[in-house]
Structures are given as C-alpha cells and as structure tokens.
C-alpha cells in the first residue's frame, strides 16, 4: 500500500488497527536487532476501552474504585451512591484524556472530594454522586 495510486483495501484501517498485523519481520525492518526480536515470542496489541468497559471496570472488580469509595466512607458513616450519569462522566474524562482504566482515579478522586466535602461527619449521611 505505498503509492499514489493505490485504492481501497488496508487503507481504509483505524491507526490502531495497524498495529494487530505487525510481523516479527516487521519489526527487524524496522531496526531492532534480531536478538531482542527473538525475545519476543508473542506480539499482542490491545485496543483502546469504550465508555461502556471503563464503567464496567469502575464497579465490577473485586476492588474495584467504586467500592473502595463507598468502603472508605462507610467508615465515617457515609453512604455513598455513583448513578449511572456519575459513572459516564468519569469514564468520559478519561476517554478525554486518552488514559483509559487508570485515568478513571483522579476522575473519580475529584468527585468523591467534592461529595464528601457537603456531608457531615457527626451523623450519618447519604451522598449521592
């Protein structure tokens, strides 16, 4: 696919995409030497996470951010709650960021900041976020 006039085919290929073809001989064109690329028994790519798996990985793990939260303040007697709009906007500022799973904590540590600086701690609250 070099060429002015090429048509059609690989072109029409997201950049990420390129990625899930690469070679081993690829690599070796590329410029790195055949020892490091015979280190390389397996070469996987990964794709970039929706809105819907970065939700899904806020609440569904074991230890998932979410539940920490809701851990953490239960403590001091604070229920607190993420609706599904909560949830999304977090996912969203990190598609934003382009930082996937692990933008999902300072998202989510800046709301959880500023819900928990309207409850108050001598009597049991109930935060919705």
Same mark, same amino acid.
């Given at each position: 696919m070099i060429g002015?006039s090429?048509?059609g085919?690989k072109?029409?290929?997201?950049?990420?995409?390129?990625l =899930? /073809?690469?070679?081993?001989? +690829? %690599?070796l064109?590329?410029? %790195?030497?055949?020892?490091f690329?015979?280190? %390389?028994?397996? $070469? =996987?790519?990964l794709?970039?996470l +929706?809105?819907?798996? &970065?939700?899904? $990985?806020l609440t569904e793990? !074991?230890?998932?951010l979410? @539940?920490?939260?809701q851990? &953490? %303040?239960e403590m +001091?007697?604070?229920a607190?709650e993420?609706?599904a709009e909560a &949830?999304?906007?977090i996912a969203?500022?990190a $598609?934003? !960021?382009n930082t996937?799973?692990?933008?999902c904590?300072p998202s *989510? !540590? @800046?709301l #959880? =900041? /500023? *819900?928990c600086s309207? #409850?108050?701690p001598?009597?049991? =609250? !109930?935060?919705a *976020?």
């Open positions: 002015f090429t048509e085919g072109g029409d290929l997201k950049p990420g995409e390129y =899930s /073809m690469v070679l081993p001989e +690829d %690599l064109k590329f410029g %790195l030497i055949p020892e690329v015979g280190r %390389l028994p397996v $070469i =996987s790519t794709e970039p +929706d809105e819907a798996a &970065l939700v899904r $990985i793990p !074991r230890n998932a979410v @539940k920490q939260y851990k &953490l %303040l +001091d007697n604070v607190l993420f609706n &949830l999304e906007a969203k500022e $598609i934003k !960021r996937g799973a692990a933008g904590g *989510s !540590r @800046k #959880c =900041s /500023m *819900s309207r #409850c108050r001598e009597r049991t =609250s !109930r935060i *976020s």
